[in-house]
C-alpha cells in the first residue's frame, strides 16, 4: 500500500513553511478549515493536527482522498469532554 501523503504539523518547520500559529489552530474553525483547503491543494491527503479537546495530543485527519490509503489493525478511542 503507497504511503498516505500527510503535512505533519507537529514539525516546526512545516508549520513555520505554512505561516501556521500552532495555538491559532484550536480555536475557532475558521483557520483550521483554511489550511485543510490549502493542504488539499498541495496534494495532500491529511495532516497530523493539535487537538482541540485535549491539549498536547495530535489528531490524524484524512482527506476523503486519501481514504483507499487507510487500513486499520488496532484502534484506540478516547472520549474527552469537548473543551469549556
Known amino acids: 500500500m503507497d504511503e498516505l ?3 505533519d504539523l507537529r514539525d516546526p518547520s ?3 513553511r505554512l505561516g ?5 489552530l484550536t480555536g475557532g474553525r475558521g483557520a483550521a478549515q483554511d489550511l485543510a483547503a ?7 491527503e491529511g495532516m497530523i493536527v493539535p ?3 485535549r491539549h498536547g495530543h ?3 485527519v484524512v ?3 486519501g481514504l483507499h490509503r487507510v487500513a486499520t489493525g488496532r484502534s ?3 472520549h474527552p469532554k469537548p473543551p469549556g
Open 38 to 44: 490549502r493542504a488539499r491543494g498541495m496534494g495532500a
Open 63 to 65: 482527506f476523503p482522498a
Open 14 to 16: 512545516v508549520a513555520g
Open 76 to 78: 484506540r478511542a478516547t
Open 51 to 53: 487537538s482541540a479537546a
Open 5 to 7: 501523503a500527510v503535512l
Open 20 to 24: 501556521i500559529v500552532i495555538d491559532d
Open 58 to 60: 495530535w489528531n490524524l
